[in-house]
């Protein structure tokens, strides 16, 4: 049973660029969320999907905008890339319909923008 | 403002000692308390808490929820140097999305 799979790994992006994660979810998810994990802080929520619709969302600009697909694997977008948006993305499945807090993770994709 | 603070930041000890985190919580709406221990990159799911002063166990690591005092503590004991990660805290506050804290790295010398 694969676990929650990203692509790609590592990343090194231009500033003022615009860069897409992606996420597979867990077999049997239906939920995802992403968070942001800069250096030597904990994970930041940024925004979580199901039935192809964001549903909540953190304290995170427009320039970060996502996507759900009809198998559930979701796509993160941040355009007009900072300095400062150098960090671990790490994407979240778990299943809503029992409502479980018990979120899978990925192993994250390292971007780095110089 | 939502926030999820844990103690200390990092911590160094000896294999065998045993440790005690600390997280404590303010967040609207709480619903339950993870721990997760993250060594690389992907955060791997340690326990969740969601009735106060009920202890969960897991081989060597336990932890306990006080939702009147609003803070958890996770126990290592006899610890091995692959218990060195960072720990990390997290609050559930049903919208669905967790709240972290900075995490605990924890580093265990032979």
């Not at chain 1, 995802?32 to 995170?60: C, D, H, M, T």
């Not at chain 1, 790490?90 to 110089?114: I, P």
């Not at chain 2, 930041?9 to 294999?15: D, F, N």
Request: charge should be neutral; charged fraction near 20%; include cysteine.
């Amino acid at each position: 049973d694969a676990g929650v799979t990203q692509s790609p790994t590592h990343l090194i992006k231009t500033r003022g660029q615009q860069v897409t994660l992606r996420c597979s979810p867990k077999s049997g998810h239906d939920t995802v969320s992403w968070y942001q994990q800069a250096l030597g802080q904990g994970p930041q929520f940024i925004f979580q999907y199901y039935e192809e619709e964001e549903r909540q969302r953190g304290n995170f600009p427009d320039r970060f905008s996502g996507h759900q697909f009809p198998n559930y694997s979701s796509e993160l977008n941040v355009n007009a890339l900072l300095l400062g948006d150098s960090a671990l993305y790490l994407c979240a499945s778990s299943l809503e319909a029992s409502r479980v807090t018990e979120a899978f993770f990925g192993q994250g994709t390292r971007l780095t923008v110089v | 403002e939502d926030k999820v603070v844990q103690s200390p930041l990092s911590l160094v000890v000896h294999e065998g000692d045993t440790v005690t985190l600390n997280c404590s919580y303010e967040v609207t709406n709480f619903r339950s308390l993870l721990w997760y221990k993250q060594e690389k990159k992907a955060p791997t799911f340690l326990f969740m808490l969601t009735s106060s002063g009920i202890e969960k166990k897991s081989g060597r690591l336990s932890s306990i929820l006080d939702k009147k005092e609003l803070f958890s503590i996770l126990n290592i004991t006899a610890t091995q140097t692959g218990d060195s990660a960072i720990y990390l805290c997290a609050a559930y506050w049903g919208a669905d999305g967790l709240t972290f804290g900075k995490g605990t790295h924890l580093i265990i010398q032979p």
